[in-house]
């Protein structure tokens, strides 16, 4: 199957549903047609971005080339090995159904990050983490198609690179490869990972949680702190949380003793929460028009309905020269901004 279609609306194509268009979108569940498509219409095809369910982007503007959506889909178990499993879940999985299926299936590993909106194809290009784990400590592998030479490749979980919000798949040498299936090793046997403080402390009365219990209480807090995409546009933190010296966060914590800190893989550097910055700043909850900072959760800017993507962008330059003049930290957004 392969749909093309011009001029389409993008409102409901992406979480900040803003008014925009994409002067061509292709939606495809098959490679062979696709590559066949891209050869027959090589004008059109110079400029292709790929979204997923467009849970991490920003849209200024028209798009004035060609959008490309993956819509294959699936879920299977591809090897089971004594103690875990390898599961193949197709690009166009929403991947808050892979969770659940995982779930209900009794395989450990991604329930702390139940509820993250977007597409499994999507989940590894920004290594999609949350509650004390990361995608990238679950793929084994990934099969991309490259759109120019028509050829499928796996990748292995040690060449993806993955970081912090970061992955191989971002760089330009990826520009024209989607990923079109991911490998995930889960444990038949799940070890829970209660690292993350505050589902630790939501859990504290339960005795001997599991990954059901895991599941529930990380939707029970991700509900409580960010604004459902369904209901207020936004595309989650909109900021990456930035890292500093040890020697820069001690100068805060003289002015702030509460401020929380985290450590990271580099011992002389350590991580700040962007969303007590932005706070501190005085943003949380504010407007300007339909332009927002969420109340619960200052690291995620809202459409409150009728945003432009410039409003949006503007409310984001803003905070970012606040926080900027008040503690000498430079925000990077997280959001992908086109
Ligand atoms: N905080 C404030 N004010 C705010 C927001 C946060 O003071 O308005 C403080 C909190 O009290 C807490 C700290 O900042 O002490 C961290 O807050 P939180 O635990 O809510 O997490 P976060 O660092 O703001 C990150 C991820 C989220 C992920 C959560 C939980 C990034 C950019 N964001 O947010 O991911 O759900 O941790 O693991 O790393 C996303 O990427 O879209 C996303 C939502």
């Given at each position: 199957m392969l749909k093309f279609t011009e001029n389409e609306a993008l409102a409901t194509r992406h979480t900040?549903?803003?008014?925009?268009?994409?002067?061509?979108?292709v939606e495809t569940d098959d490679t062979v047609a696709l590559f066949d498509f891209l050869n027959d219409n090589k004008a059109i095809s110079a400029s292709v971005l790929i979204i997923g369910e467009g849970s991490n982007l920003l849209f200024r503007n028209d798009y004035p080339g060609l959008i490309l959506h993956p819509v294959n889909k699936g879920i299977r178990i591809f090897d089971s090995e004594k103690d875990s499993?390898?599961?193949?879940?197709?690009?166009?999985?929403?991947w808050d159904e892979l969770v659940d299926w995982s779930v209900r299936h009794a395989y450990g590993g991604l329930e702390?990050?139940?509820?993250?909106?977007?597409?499994?194809?999507?989940?590894?290009?920004?290594?999609?983490?949350?509650?004390g784990t990361e995608v990238g400590n679950w793929i084994t592998e990934v099969l991309t198609f490259n759109l120019v030479t028509g050829e499928s490749k796996w990748i292995s979980n040690e060449s993806c690179a993955f970081a912090y919000r970061d992955s191989i798949f971002k760089s330009d040498e990826y520009n024209n490869i989607i990923v079109w299936s991911v490998r995930f090793k889960l444990q038949k046997k799940a070890?829970?990972?209660?690292?993350?403080?505050?589902?630790?402390?939501?859990?504290?009365?339960?005795h001997n949680p599991g990954i059901r219990e895991i599941r529930e209480a990380v939707i029970k807090i991700r509900?409580?702190?960010?604004?459902?995409?369904?209901?207020?546009?936004n595309a989650g933190s909109f900021f990456r949380n930035p890292t500093v010296t040890y020697k820069k966060a001690a100068s805060i914590k003289t002015d702030y003793p509460d401020v929380p800190t985290y450590s990271t893989e580099n011992p002389d550097r350590i991580k700040l929460a962007a969303g007590w910055l932005i706070e501190k700043c005085?943003?949380?909850?504010?407007?300007?028009?339909?332009a927002g900072v969420y109340p619960n959760q200052a690291l995620v800017l809202v459409n409150y309905g009728s945003a432009s993507g410039d409003e949006i962008y503007e409310?984001?330059?803003?905070?970012i020269e606040s926080v900027k003049s008040k503690f000498n930290i430079t925000l990077e957004p997280e959001v992908r901004i086109l």
């Open positions: 900040f549903a803003i008014s925009t268009f994409s002067r061509y979108y499993v390898i599961v193949q879940a197709e690009a166009g999985v929403n702390n990050l139940s509820m993250i909106p977007g597409s499994v194809g999507a989940a590894p290009v920004q290594n999609i983490g949350a509650y070890q829970v990972n209660l690292r993350y403080k505050g589902l630790n402390e939501a859990l504290k009365n339960i509900s409580s702190k960010l604004p459902d995409t369904m209901i207020i546009g005085g943003y949380k909850a504010y407007r300007k028009a339909d409310l984001a330059r803003d905070i």
